[in-house]
């Protein structure tokens, strides 16, 4: 099951289909059980940073794995509109394909994927590239100038 909240009515406003697109991009990730995805806003989110990471400045999305007593719950991924719809604008994205690339980073993490280690990034980074080509996506870490 994916559970979407929208917290930040900007999402849907910026994004009408916001739910949907989540959802697809979720579906997409095949999580093996339940998110959380909560559609919030830059001070919620820079306040769990801040609590939960140290970092008393918003990110544009967090994820926080459940524990393995809360099965079938996976976990909960936590995006702030502000920086995302900023980096979306300064990277010449679409908001919904930035967005589908934050969700499917998001449950990636979930399921164990980091990207501390180089060799752990590029593993990382290819399965979201084949994941949002499956979407007809692009390919995210593809500057403007590499096209």
């Known amino acids: 099951m994916i559970d979407i909240e929208?917290?930040?009515?900007?999402?849907?406003?910026?994004?009408?289909d916001v739910e949907a697109v989540v959802a697809r991009a979720a579906q997409q990730a095949a999580p093996p059980g339940d998110v959380?995805?909560?559609?919030?806003?830059?001070?919620?989110?820079?306040d769990l940073n801040a609590r939960f990471r140290g970092k008393?400045?918003?990110t544009n999305v967090?994820?926080?794995?459940?524990?393995?007593?809360a099965r079938p719950h996976l976990g909960d991924i936590v995006l702030a509109y502000g920086v995302c719809a900023a980096e979306a604008?300064?990277?010449?994205?679409p908001?919904?394909?930035?967005?589908?690339?934050l969700?499917?980073?998001?449950?990636l993490h979930l399921m164990g994927h980091d990207h501390e280690a180089d060799d752990e990034a590029e593993a990382m980074e290819a399965h979201e590239?084949?994941?949002?080509?499956?979407?007809?996506?692009?390919?995210?870490?593809?500057?403007?100038?590499?096209?």
Request: aromatic share 4%.
């Open 36 to 46: 959380v995805i909560l559609l919030t806003d830059d001070e919620t989110v820079r």
């Open 95 to 101: 908001a919904a394909d930035h967005l589908s690339h």
């Open 62 to 69: 967090l994820s926080f794995p459940a524990p393995e007593n």
């Open 103 to 107: 969700v499917i980073h998001g449950i």
């Open 89 to 93: 604008m300064a990277q010449g994205k």
């Open 129 to 147: 590239r084949t994941l949002l080509a499956a979407l007809g996506i692009p390919d995210p870490y593809l500057s403007r100038n590499d096209t």
């Open 6 to 16: 929208v917290e930040a009515d900007a999402w849907s406003a910026d994004l009408p």
């Open 56 to 58: 008393d400045r918003p």
